[in-house]
Structures are given as structure tokens and as C-alpha cells.
């Protein structure tokens, strides 16, 4: 059974700090997506990435499959990306379908 | 392209009722899965389906269960209501099955006293 850890799970920034979420998975693979949850419960997914990194304007997200660990990265952090950031595994069709991890509350302060 | 609805939005149910929600995917996604979130559990795979066909199941009993129709619509059931599944329930629509990009609906939240 695939676990997946993130941290921090709470995470208070000031406007335009530098953030980075981290998450850990246990077992192999195909894929790692990473959601943003805002309040009322809509969720967008951000990225999904199986090697290396991707960039969507602020964001990066890139991913280590020999260490099992991805990362978020949000630059010039802004009040508007205060939300839950939640990382969740797929193991390629397998009978667990996605993995999640808690999430990471982020509150960015002006 | 309109996005992934959920019916309804919200749902009250007493113990022991059973209730019904429903999924409509993103116009050509074939591939609907239904996840449950609570504030003890977090997100948590209910079950995936792919050409009406149940692909993969998540560790829920069997009273939560599902269908998906020709046109790729699913629902899912929830018979003998029980306190602990008071959950927002969300279904996401992909292109393909597995690790795709996931679309998620709005969310149905069932209160269940």
C-alpha cells in the first residue's frame, strides 16, 4: 500500500516569500499530481508529473523517482495562492487509484 | 467545454436512508472516479470507471457503489446511511484512465444525522 507524507502541514507566508511543500511516497509510481484546494472545496489540478519538473507561471513542481519525493514551489507567493495544496500518488492503473497525501494548509499574509 | 458537474450540491439524509449522486464528465472524457473527503480522512479513492466499467475500487464497504452509463455519466450509491459518511463526495473526469489529469467536479457535500 502506497503512504504519502507531505509537509509542512500548515505553512503561514508573508507576500512574495519563496515556498516549497514537500511530498514523500513509499511505493513506485506512474505519476504525481499536485491539487490546490480552495475554501468551499473546488479542487484544480496543478500539475501531474512522472519525471523531472514542470513550470506554470509561478508555480514549479518537479519530482525525484529514485528518492520518492516531489516538491511544490510557488515564487513571489501572493495572497490569491492561500489554499490546501494536496499531492496525491497514481500507481498506474492499480486497484488503490490515487493516493492522497493530508495537504499543506498555505496562508499567504499581505 | 463545460466542466464536471455534480448533482446535487448539497444533501441532507437521515441514518439508515440511501442517496444517490451524480457525476457528468467533461464531454469526451471516458474515465470518471469518485473520491470521498472528510477532515478525519482526507481524500480517499472510492472507485474509477472506464467505458461503464468498473475499474478500480478503493477500501469502502459495500454499500458505496457505482455505475457509469453509455454516455460516460456515473453515479454512485450509498446505501444504510451511517453518521461517519457525512463527506463532501467528489467525482473527477479524465481523458484516459490512470494517471491522466484529473478534472474535478464542484462536490456533492451529504450531511447524514
Known amino acids: 500500500k502506497n503512504e504519502v507524507e507531505q509537509s509542512p502541514q500548515n505553512l503561514t507566508a508573508q507576500e512574495g516569500e519563496f515556498i516549497t511543500i514537500n511530498c514523500s511516497y513509499s511505493v513506485g509510481i506512474s505519476a504525481l499530481h499536485w491539487l490546490q484546494q480552495h475554501p468551499g472545496g473546488g479542487i484544480v489540478s496543478l500539475f501531474m508529473l512522472s519525471s523531472g519538473k514542470k513550470k506554470h507561471g509561478r508555480l514549479i513542481a518537479t519530482i525525484n523517482i529514485q528518492e520518492k519525493h516531489s516538491s511544490l514551489h510557488i515564487t513571489a507567493s501572493h495572497p490569491r495562492d492561500s489554499a490546501v495544496y494536496i499531492c496525491a500518488a497514481a500507481t498506474g492503473g492499480g486497484a488503490d487509484g490515487l493516493t492522497f497525501g493530508k495537504g499543506t494548509h498555505l496562508i499567504i499574509q499581505p | 467545454k463545460a466542466g464536471v458537474t455534480q448533482t446535487p450540491r448539497y444533501l441532507i439524509k437521515t441514518r439508515g436512508q440511501q442517496v444517490t449522486l451524480s457525476c457528468s464528465p467533461i464531454?469526451?472524457?471516458?474515465?470518471v472516479s469518485w473520491y470521498q473527503q472528510t477532515p478525519g480522512q482526507g481524500l480517499q479513492f472510492l472507485f474509477e470507471y472506464f467505458s461503464e466499467t468498473q475499474r478500480n475500487k478503493g477500501n469502502f464497504p459495500g454499500r458505496f457503489s457505482g455505475r457509469q452509463f453509455s454516455n460516460s455519466r456515473s453515479e454512485m450509491n450509498v446505501s444504510t446511511l451511517e453518521l461517519g459518511d457525512s463527506a463532501l463526495y467528489l467525482c473527477a473526469s479524465s481523458l484516459v484512465r490512470g494517471g491522466d489529469t484529473q478534472y474535478f467536479g464542484p462536490g456533492t457535500r451529504l450531511t447524514v444525522l
Open positions: 464531454s469526451g472524457h471516458r474515465s
